[in-house]
């Protein structure tokens, strides 16, 4: 441990009560912007509390041998490690409230790591999760073939219909936050710091008329009609006009989740967010695996963002997109093209393959065609046509896995 690391651990054990009776501070394993996270090993844990170890030993006392007894002993003597997650003190309460509350609620979740308990000193709050080991993503991104990606996403999406299930929004799906062992070929989801129960905070938005409805009652955006209708005439663009005194409060909306990995809608500020924006989270970890480029996404800000998604999808469904939400796309971003490419183009063009050679090799692989028709359903970029979790797992691309 190195001696930065070992000095914070020494204070964190200073500056909480107690903690060092419960806990033997092992390492620091995550510093991100609302917590530090540390491996620990959990000193009063009871080894008899666990059914599963119980049942184990009633029935090695009807045949006992010193070989049973052996392997009970080293069983029982195996420490169990947990990750203490603490919280920044800058974090408002309501926050960590919302947070512990949430890991609560779900549990029995499957593939969700569940919280085993929690203590506040003070103003300091820790959370105690089972330590899950797992390996960074960085280390196995580039080498996964599609099956063992397959596998990866069926185990993310499982995670993610469960806490979709239970009405709830992650908000921050992205890699550091799926803890995933390839070995294992199982991972867990963590980090509930910014997700919300779906229906907080939610405000009409002109997509959330029916579909068969929208054409006619996204005229609700004026302007952004006006525009378009004038972009598609092939006419020059009116000037928006900005009224003097605008009574109107600017557009609010949730934004929380990490660059590169928001949908569209969130980057459009929509104010009828709900849990298909981690779907879309889950389809750019996807490309990431396939295009073999991470982050494949990494703008500054979302404007940024956006334009890079005009790069992919065109100005033309990015325009369309906008209008969905109410807002206007006017770019004078030189290159933008009115229809983008396709994935296909993208992926070979970022894996370094040609579309067909004259050995008629080249172009993607039936598996990675498939992948890419999942793939597809995850990048929807209008939510309402976007793929539920617990559809996705029903797609020929994770099918065959359940169970
Ligand atoms: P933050 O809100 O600071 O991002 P996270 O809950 O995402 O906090 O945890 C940060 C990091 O700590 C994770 O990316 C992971 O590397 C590590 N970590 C968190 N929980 C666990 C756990 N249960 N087991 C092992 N490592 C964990
Ligand atoms: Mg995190």
């Keep these: 441990v190195e001696d930065a690391v070992a000095e914070d651990i020494a204070r964190f054990e200073a500056s909480f009560r107690n903690i060092t009776q419960r806990y033997r501070l092992i390492n620091r394993i995550g510093e991100g912007t609302f917590s530090s996270v540390y491996k620990a090993e959990d000193l009063l844990y009871d080894h ?86 797992h390996q960074d993503f960085r280390e196995y991104y580039r080498d996964f073939t599609v099956d063992e990606t397959r596998v990866y996403m069926h185990s993310l999406f499982t995670a993610l219909s469960s806490v979709h299930e239970a009405g709830i929004i992650h908000r921050d799906i992205k890699p550091t936050n799926f803890l995933y062992s390839p070995s294992k070929q199982r991972g867990v989801l963590v980090d509930f710091g910014l997700a919300e129960r779906e229906g907080t905070d939610y405000h009409h938005c002109t997509c959330c008329v029916e579909i068969p409805d929208r054409q ?13 209708a004038a972009i598609q ?32 809608e969130v980057l459009l500020k929509c104010t009828a967010q709900n849990s298909l924006i981690d779907v879309w989270s889950c389809g750019i970890i996807l490309l990431t695996f396939i295009s073999k480029r991470f982050p494949f996404f990494h703008s500054a800000d979302d404007i940024d963002a956006f334009i890079e998604l005009c790069c992919i999808f065109g100005k033309k469904r990015m325009r369309d997109t906008a209008s969905l939400h109410g807002q206007v796309l006017q770019t004078n971003v030189p290159n933008l093209t009115e229809n983008g490419y ?62």
């Design 342 to 403: 396709s994935w296909e183009k993208i992926l070979l063009w970022c894996t370094g393959r040609n579309k067909k050679g004259a050995d008629g090799q080249g172009g993607l692989t039936e598996e990675e065609q498939e992948a890419v028709a999942f793939m597809s359903c995850c990048l929807e970029l209008d939510p309402a046509r976007r793929v539920t979790a617990d559809e996705a797992l029903d797609l020929p691309f994770l099918a065959g896995l359940g169970g």
């Design 216 to 228: 006619r009652k996204i005229q609700t955006s004026v302007y952004a009609t006006t525009v378009n």
């Design 233 to 264: 005439a092939g006419q020059p663009v009116p000037k928006p006009t900005y009224p003097n005194n605008d009574q109107r409060s600017s557009r609010r909306a949730n934004r929380a989740g990490t660059r590169g990995f928001r949908a569209p």
């Design 48 to 133: 008899y509390q666990n059914e599963w170890d119980l049942d184990a030993d009633k029935e090695n006392i009807d045949n006992i041998s010193s070989s049973t007894l052996k392997q009970n002993s080293s069983r029982a003597q195996k420490p169990r490690y947990v990750a203490i997650k603490k919280i920044y003190v800058t974090s408002s309460p309501l926050r960590i409230l919302n947070e512990l509350e949430l890991l609560h609620d779900l549990r029995n979740s499957l593939n969700v790591c569940p919280l085993i308990t929690a203590f506040r000193h003070h103003d300091q709050v820790i959370a105690v999760l089972p330590y899950f080991q």
